[in-house]
């Protein structure tokens, strides 16, 4: 996998022997604490051997991998991105950025490979920067989705369309992908089959004397305090008739906090107003994921990412009916599956068994593949650094294409119409600690508003919309 962005060629008619390759320098660009995650396994993946993120491949160069947060209201806070676990990406080193400002790094720092862990306008913002560069050596592009892509398909794979890799998680989300581009004309030949980069841990092994459940909460699904409340009354009431079975309630952020999506509602907050207070087997956890199923014995959702992980792990898994089987709620991803089930069936001993053609189609790997689920991204990502010049990207959405919708894209990033800043995009560069640290306490206490009016003020309002 040679860097495409290096002058390390040997004088002519010398060998080095003892010289070592020059680094691959990738970045990775994420806007949130999930899609850090996949974004940093993800480099990970691309640049290691045999689909392991630890195990270099057979010649490969050596990998430095920067890590960007891209500045918003999701950006994830330094708890967050300890919990995420070890991506191999030092996260002291990790800082935020505006996507000019990225734009600039990229022009500057000379990168080889570029991985977008970002919402779909971001990606499509970027790609217009990048384009508009116009960089005699720009680095290979890769996107992709965090987990399962149960709404907004055209939108988001359209906002994701120009960049050289789109990483599809399954085959059954490959055959999607490319279904969408060519039923709209554009080039599908991007999309590249893998799977999730986190997948992983060992296969589930019942212990002598533990009995663990998990509940893998999700920050917007269900939206509403009504069903979150059921949900949460649901699974106390299962701890309440199963006293010696250990009941967890995952969490993916402290209030006040924000993730991928936005959570109006805490089960925290929920909680504390529970009647009757919490059975002494139930408790709220924290933490990464896997650790948390490493002493699973049923993971119940309605329809979280975790489930995945849980199915390639081989962890009983059921995904939950209780509130309908709704797009809204993406648990209609996982008809077929045979892992639908309810409240009342697990109350009463139920464990649903997994579809083992729906397993096949969904990229989780429980059959073992899971080493080599990276070997044709990889390779394609390899043949585009090798190429003598990438011509600048070319998404779908242009001017000419989507005159009333790529301007308001762009503009959110301070971008124009054509792909280049916005005049006073790019603040001067910081002198000094003290002004340094003012902005930094100006966005904290902006940050602080935003997330107030969304978790305080929003539902406030809205239930007084309906009164």
């Not at 491949?57 to 995420?84: C, F, N």
Request: glycine share 10%.
């Amino acid at each position: 996998m040679p860097p495409r962005n290096s002058n390390s060629a040997s004088p002519a008619g010398l060998e080095s022997t003892d010289t070592p390759s020059p680094a691959l320098r990738v970045a990775v660009l994420a806007d949130s604490d999930t899609r850090w995650k996949w974004g940093a396994l993800t480099a990970r993946r691309l640049t290691s051997g045999a689909g392991r993120a630890d195990t270099p491949g057979a010649g490969a160069p050596r990998a430095e991998i920067s890590g960007l947060l891209l500045r918003g209201r999701a950006t994830p806070t330094p708890r967050q991105l300890a919990e995420v676990g070890d991506v191999g990406i030092d996260t002291d080193r990790v800082r935020e950025v505006t996507a000019v400002e990225f734009l600039h790094t990229v022009r500057d720092e000379g990168y080889d490979l570029v991985v977008l862990a970002l919402v779909g306008g971001a990606v499509q913002a970027v790609l217009h920067g990048l384009a508009a560069l116009r960089m005699p050596a720009r680095p290979v592009v890769v996107t992709g989705y965090v987990g399962v892509v149960y709404e907004k398909l055209a939108d988001g794979l359209l906002l994701r369309h120009g960049a050289d890799v789109v990483l599809a998680n399954s085959r059954h989300d490959a055959d999607r992908f490319r279904a969408v581009y060519d039923g709209v004309g554009a080039d599908s030949s991007a999309v590249t089959e893998a799977a999730l980069p986190f997948l992983g841990g060992a296969p589930h092994r019942p212990e002598p004397g533990r009995d663990t459940v998990v509940f893998a909460a999700q920050p917007s699904v269900p939206a509403s305090r009504a069903d979150r409340t059921y949900l949460l009354r649901r699974l106390v009431e299962h701890a309440r008739l199963h006293p010696k079975r250990e009941v967890l309630l995952k969490l993916r952020s402290k209030p006040g906090e924000h993730t991928t999506h936005i959570e109006e509602l805490p089960y925290q907050r929920l909680a504390e107003r529970l009647p009757g207070g919490l059975p002494p087997n139930f408790r709220l956890v924290y933490g990464h994921m896997g650790e948390v199923l490493d002493r699973t014995d049923l993971l119940v959702t309605v329809s979280s990412t975790a489930a995945l992980e849980s199915l390639h792990r081989r962890i009983p898994t059921a995904v939950l009916t209780d509130l309908g089987v709704r797009e809204t709620l993406g648990n209609h991803h996982f008809i077929g599956s045979g892992l639908l089930t309810s409240w009342d069936h697990l109350d009463g001993g139920a464990h649903p068994q997994p579809d083992a053609q729906w397993l096949a189609g969904q990229g989780v790997a429980a059959d073992g593949t899971y080493d080599t689920a990276y070997d044709t991204a990889r390779a394609k990502v390899t043949a585009l650094l090798a190429a003598d010049r990438l011509p600048a990207p070319a998404p779908y959405y242009t001017p000419a294409t989507a005159p009333g919708y790529l301007p308001g894209i762009l503009a959110r990033h301070h971008l124009a119409p054509d792909g280049h800043p916005l005049p006073g995009a790019l603040a001067p560069r910081e002198t000094g600690r003290v002004r340094g640290a003012v902005r930094e306490a100006v966005r904290d206490a902006a940050r602080g508003a935003y997330r107030h009016g969304v978790q305080r003020v929003a539902p406030v309002i809205r239930r007084m919309g309906e009164l």
